[in-house]
């Protein structure tokens, strides 16, 4: 490589008890084509951020054109010509093409916007690009694929020189794609460097050049793609570490089926285009079961945990349990039916913070320790807190201490216990040790293990490949809203996985 | 070493150093009250007669007993700004109903009636809030309009409906029976305002729904996090709607006893109460943003607003400034709330 055009050197930076990037040194030249690849929680997130100027790295260097800068914040990124276009656009949805496009930056003159210079200088930014897009059209009109133009002429606009596209295709179809690579093509011959993000490895061979492979925050290697075969790059993202990790000794017994999902499908609407859809998903999972499903972000694996506890309605497809056809319309149905949901985002989803841990942990089984069904006996939730507090060895100070103030592994285990109180027969556990330390993991994973023991049928949705396989009996990968694979333990490695999440049906077969 | 022990002293950092700020913000309105009484004392001695202060309890008890109601609104992170229309088509249906109609207003004599008798009056107030409230409840849970909006709306609404049905003036002269729950004291002469004594019970009875009962717990728990409240299997919808119905309960009961009180429904009846009530509730603590606060910490910001006024009469102080001072410790208590949240969340 001639010159470097932007250079990261030795980046790392620290969240407190996670390593997010730890000395990773990225080059991109001129007119190159860069993909960045990684699993879920590799780093790739933190170095965008780091790029765009949102994170400061704890240590390491940037250079531009050979200069030593610093991206202390958004704009002075963009000011320099690093301009990234995240996955969820930044785009005013009541305004116009021409005014996303400028916003910020209407010409003009004294406070006012001088609208035909306006709507003439986007015309000639999507000229460039080859694009027909109207200039006056409100953007909330737009397609997604369209929308993307918009912040892409955004991302021209501003004289950008690198420009980051954090997983650009995972909304488009398959001409939409086409001509968004046409399109970085051309962005290429006009010597912009790109960064360019995917999950999807059929489409690195088409479009990058070079492409630098993230794992557990470190530099797993920068390779040409001409000297990478598919089976090569999976191999350099796979093999993350994970210190600790609990391992569910095999069992070969299983209960009766206890959730049948037959052909559930999710189609999209015109309100929210960007929803991932699910396709004509049947699996089974049986009592004393854990059933893992695998897959990227984006795969859908979410929203077929909600789909099935009744979180978000889903078009057609029958969900059974025991031998009855069940309609569940919210999540009060499906625990009716014997379903808990840990969901993903702790914060946001499952724990009241501003509550004690008692009430917490009771939330959902009120109904058991009410004296005639109205008001809480405070001595039976006293002693459903204890109970748990020790089978589950939940460390607090006292069950009034506020939930807020417990470690993230604890509060894990709090959740865990609202549903194991309910005896649930299906428990669906998404991330179920996301943002917690290693030796609560470890905890978290023996906790699933003794609950399937126990019959429970748990299905646990990770990103983490080592989870996944390290607790699992059954494995369903999931790619784009479909079940792309079904992997029994005992065949279960890494690159058979990511292969299955990563790269589409007639591809993998290849 | 285990991880209980590694983690013994940030725990206790923690629960200590969230506890003192806690203890502060929870008694602040207590101590504040303590503070002005003391002072108006100092200022006004006739301030602490014990006539004077039932006078307070007794203004304070119409406003007060909707901002009871209030609670449970700002409680799930919701607002009603109807309340005092509501109370006004409240009190207003409750004189047509003791009249038997305003035409009679004119021909029958002060205290004649061919109505329904007071029982009914009451009936039919509360009857026209729950409604009301059902009415917004249902706009904001199934149609996702804003509650801000919508009683918004309802505030304009429900004043109209009450000028159409007084037929342009003002309906009075009723029997003792009925002016006996905003008028009468027990005991008789010189005890405690019935208004007041239907404010406080219902105060006590609003308290131990929140705190000691299953519904309470998910008033709470709506209003903390209501995505978390509907994972965890409550009818978030059914929650949401119940607390207008029970603020509208509590606009139309006022609207009665106000109407007793004053022996005389008028159309302009409870004008600017939503801002009284909502100040008290906020100032007794309960955060806008749902999911924190108490009945007995609006029980305290009612009184609060109530000694205010008062002393500031006493003190020869304009309305106009009271309306100030009013204003600006409704903001102070919020910014305290503000502060302390973002303090905690460190």
Redesign the interface.
């Known amino acids: 490589m001639d010159r470097a055009l932007l250079k990261l050197e030795r980046i790392s930076k620290q969240f407190p008890g996670v390593n997010a990037l730890d000395n990773v040194s990225l080059q991109i030249a001129p007119g190159e084509i860069h993909g960045l690849l990684g699993e879920n929680g590799a780093g790739k997130s933190t170095l965008i951020k780091i790029m765009s100027g949102a994170y400061q790295p704890d240590s390491g260097t940037i250079e531009l054109d050979g200069q030593r800068v610093h991206l202390t914040n958004p704009h002075r990124a963009q000011a320099l010509g690093i301009v990234t276009i995240y996955q969820e656009f930044n785009l005013v949805p009541s305004l116009t093409v021409a005014e996303n496009v400028f916003i910020g930056r209407e010409p003009g003159q004294r406070g006012f916007v001088d609208w035909a210079a306006l709507r003439r200088e986007t015309l000639s930014i999507t000229d460039r690009l080859g694009i027909h897009l109207n200039p006056m059209a409100r953007v909330r009109n737009l397609s997604v694929a369209e929308q993307q133009m918009v912040e892409i002429a955004r991302a021209l606009s501003m004289r950008s020189r690198i420009i980051i596209m954090d997983e650009p295709t995972s909304a488009l179809s398959g001409h939409e794609v086409q001509q968004l690579f046409k399109i970085v093509r051309d962005l290429k011959t006009q010597g912009l460097g790109i960064i360019f993000v995917t999950h999807r490895l059929e489409e690195v061979h088409e479009i990058c050049e070079r492409i630098t492979v993230l794992r557990d925050g470190r530099n797993a290697g920068t390779e040409n793609v001409t000297d990478l075969s598919t089976a090569d790059i999976i191999r350099m993202m796979v093999g993350r570490s994970m210190d600790e990790l609990f391992h569910r000794s095999a069992v070969h017994e299983f209960g009766d089926i206890a959730l049948e999902v037959r052909n559930l499908s999710r189609q999209g609407s015109a309100r929210d285009p960007n929803a991932t859809l699910l396709h004509n998903i049947s699996f089974t999972v049986r009592r004393g079961e854990i059933l893992g499903i695998a897959g990227l972000a984006g795969a859908g694996r979410t929203e077929l945990a909600r789909a099935i506890?009744g979180?978000d309605a889903f078009d057609s497809g029958m969900i059974i349990i025991g031998d009855k056809v069940t309609r569940i319309r919210?999540?009060?149905q499906?625990?009716q039916h014997g379903i808990g949901?840990v969901?993903e985002d702790r914060k946001?989803?499952?724990?009241?913070?501003?509550?004690a841990v008692r009430?917490n942990l009771s939330?959902?089984s009120?109904?058991s320790i009410?004296q005639w069904?109205?008001?809480?006996n405070e001595k039976a939730e006293m002693s459903l807190v204890e109970r748990f507090r020790d089978a589950l060895n939940i460390?607090?100070?006292s069950p009034e201490?506020?939930i807020?103030?417990l470690?993230g592994g604890n509060q894990q285990k709090v959740v865990l216990a609202?549903w194991l109180a309910l005896q649930p027969k299906v428990l669906i556990v998404d991330e179920p040790t996301r943002g917690i330390d290693v030796?609560a993991k470890a905890e978290v994973h023996q906790l699933l293990d003794k609950m399937a023991r126990s019959g429970i049928a748990v299905i646990m949705i990770s990103s983490e490949l080592p989870e996944i396989m390290g607790m699992s009996d059954r494995i369903l990968t999931m790619r784009e809203g479909k079940l792309t694979g079904e992997v029994l333990r005992a065949d279960a490695n890494e690159e058979k996985l990511m292969q299955l999440m990563t790269l589409s049906a007639k591809d993998a077969v290849a | 070493m285990n991880?209980?022990q590694a983690?013994a002293p940030l725990?206790?950092r923690?629960?200590y150093g969230?506890s003192l700020i806690s203890i502060l913000s929870r008694f602040a309105p207590v101590i504040f009250l303590v503070i002005l009484m003391i002072v108006f004392a100092i200022i006004e001695p006739n301030f602490l007669r014990v006539n004077n202060l039932l006078q307070v309890a007794r203004q304070v008890s119409i406003t007060g007993l909707i901002a009871i109601g209030m609670t449970f609104v700002i409680l799930t992170g919701g607002i009603d700004l109807s309340v005092g229309s509501l109370l006004a088509l409240a009190g207003m249906t409750a004189a047509v109903v003791a009249k038997g109609g305003t035409a009679n207003t004119l021909s029958l004599g002060a205290t004649e009636s061919t109505g329904y008798g007071v029982l009914a009056a009451i009936l039919a107030a509360i009857a026209v809030g729950v409604i009301g409230g059902f009415i917004q409840g249902t706009l904001i849970t199934r149609l996702g309009v804003p509650a801000f909006v919508v009683t918004l709306g309802g505030l304009s609404a429900f004043r109209g409906a009450t000028l159409l049905l007084s037929g342009g003036g003002p309906i009075a002269g009723f029997d003792d029976t009925y002016k006996w729950w905003g008028q009468a004291r027990l005991p008789e002469p010189e005890g405690i305002p019935v208004p007041v004594i239907i404010f406080l019970g219902f105060a006590l009875l609003a308290h131990i729904v929140l705190r000691?009962?299953?519904?309470g717990?998910?008033i709470?728990?709506v209003g903390?996090?209501p995505?978390?409240?509907?994972?965890?299997?409550?009818?978030v919808k059914l929650i949401l709607l119940s607390v207008y119905v029970i603020v509208g309960f509590f606009a139309g009961l006022g609207g009665f006893v106000l109407s007793s009180r004053l022996g005389a429904s008028e159309a302009v009846a409870g004008t600017g109460y939503e801002l009284t009530v909502i100040a008290s509730v906020v100032i007794g603590g309960t955060s806008l943003f749902g999911?924190?606060g108490s009945v007995l910490g609006t029980l305290i910001g009612s009184i609060l607003i109530g000694v205010l006024t008062n002393g500031l009469v006493l003190m020869n102080v304009s309305p106009y400034v009271q309306q100030i001072i009013i204003g600006l410790i409704t903001v102070l208590a919020v910014g305290f709330d503000r502060f302390v949240k973002s303090r905690?969340s460190i």
């Open positions: 506890f979180a919210s999540p009060q499906a625990i949901l969901p946001q989803q499952a724990l009241f913070l501003a509550l009430q939330i959902a009120l109904a009410a069904g109205v008001f809480v460390r607090m100070a201490q506020k807020l103030n470690s609202r030796a | 991880q209980a983690d725990l206790s923690q629960v969230a000691y009962t299953r519904y717990r998910q709470y728990a903390g996090n995505e978390a409240a509907r994972l965890s299997g409550l009818n999911g924190e905690r």
